[in-house]
């Protein structure tokens, strides 16, 4: 079992920043992916960004120049550093772990982002 607590969440102005951050305990397997995913009222999750353990990044067209992730492996930790908010990107934001000979995803309890002025 893996345990994801995130933290980072909350309101800030269009064009303002935030950065979450999601710590990952129990049975870390060393080749994985993590990242980001959100869901809006209403709508289905969708991928934000993740970032596997070699380093490759894959980002949703939607964040692309805008969000930043990024890993420290030491810590188990992923991180999402959000720039040039936009009300769209108000959702509530996931964190995700999965390994990668595994199927099967474990997830955070969410964090809620709003961009409002």
């Known amino acids: 079992q893996v345990q994801l607590v995130e933290s980072g969440g909350g309101l800030v102005q269009p064009g303002g920043s935030l950065r979450l951050s999601c710590a990952a305990s129990?049975?870390?397997?060393?080749?994985?992916?993590m990242g980001w995913y959100r869901q809006a009222p209403g709508k289905e999750r969708d991928l934000v960004a993740t970032?596997?353990?070699?380093?490759?990044?894959n980002y949703a067209d939607s964040v692309k120049g805008r969000f930043t992730i990024s890993r420290d492996n030491a810590k188990n930790t992923v991180y999402l550093q959000m720039n040039s908010l936009k009300p769209e990107d108000t959702a509530v934001y996931y964190c995700?772990?999965?390994?990668?000979?595994?199927?099967?995803?474990?997830w955070g309890q969410g964090t809620q982002v709003t961009v409002s002025s």
């Open positions: 995700n772990f999965r390994p990668l000979m595994s199927a099967v995803p474990f």
């Open positions: 129990g049975s870390i397997s060393r080749l994985n992916v």
């Open positions: 970032i596997r353990s070699d380093g490759t990044i």
